[in-house]
């Protein structure tokens, strides 16, 4: 398997425009999570779905995010309209469980806005 | 409350030097684990462990349930090993919660 893979690498986006990060987990894992990591922040957990269902979005900052899992092997992030203080590298991840197996991280999307 | 704590922060030894990466939780947990984010960015599941002790090459990890505290370790730390050292727990039935992490630097 090709491991997580996720698009675009690095995003450079304007304030107030849409911005749309894409992933697609291993085959076969029923958990996808998104993260956000930053330096004064750390890793955080934005939302995580199960069998392509979201389970908790209580890590989502604010309206202007959403996400969907259209089918087993694809998940996006949307942020509409992307403000500066959403610049993060942003990851996802996949696992056969919530917590008691590994996750596999995808590369991130480094996202700035201007 | 739920929270993961990791010492030090910063780390810089020589090469060659024993490392000890140390980490502790607030409660009682099933299993902790342990990430490895490289300088690019690429975040590397390292171990994941509920009792005892795991080695893969010359890491190796520990944890003490009793105590709530888990310690990675390196023998023969080599400059490739530079790297950030994330713990992270879940608590109950919930999601991870992760360290600050630890920025590890061996210096030729």
């Known amino acids: 398997d090709a491991g997580v893979i996720q698009s675009p690498r690095h995003e450079v986006t304007e304030m107030g425009q849409e911005v749309t990060l894409r992933c697609k987990p291993i085959?076969?894992?029923?958990?996808l999570f998104w993260y956000r990591q930053t330096m004064m922040r750390g890793l955080e957990l934005l939302i995580y779905?199960?069998?392509?269902?979201?389970?908790?979005d209580s890590g989502m900052p604010e309206d202007r995010f959403s996400a969907k899992m259209p089918n087993a092997s694809f998940s996006t992030l949307k942020i509409q309209p992307s403000e500066p203080r959403d610049s993060a590298v942003y990851f996802c991840?996949?696992?056969?469980?919530?917590?008691?197996?590994?996750?596999?991280f995808g590369p991130g999307t480094r996202l700035t806005v201007l | 409350k739920n929270e993961v704590e990791q010492s030090p922060q910063n780390l810089t030894a020589q090469e060659g030097e024993f490392i000890t990466i140390n980490c502790s939780y607030s409660?009682?947990?099933?299993?902790l684990h342990w990430l490895q984010q490289h300088p690019g960015g690429g975040i590397v599941s390292l171990f994941m462990?509920?009792?005892g002790k795991k080695k893969h090459g010359r890491l190796i990890a520990t944890i003490n349930i009793q105590e709530k505290h888990s310690s990675l370790h390196i023998t023969a730390s080599h400059p490739r090993d530079s790297a950030v050292y994330i713990c992270?727990?879940?608590?109950?039935?919930?999601?991870?919660?992760f360290g600050t992490g630890t920025r590890l630097t061996i210096i030729p």
């Open positions: 991840a996949s696992s056969f469980a919530l917590t008691s197996f590994p996750q596999y």
């Open positions: 085959s076969g894992h029923d958990y």
């Open positions: 779905f199960n069998n392509n269902v979201p389970i908790d």
């Open positions: 409660v009682g947990i099933s299993a």
């Open positions: 462990l509920s009792s």
């Open positions: 992270a727990a879940p608590f109950g039935n919930e999601k991870l919660t």
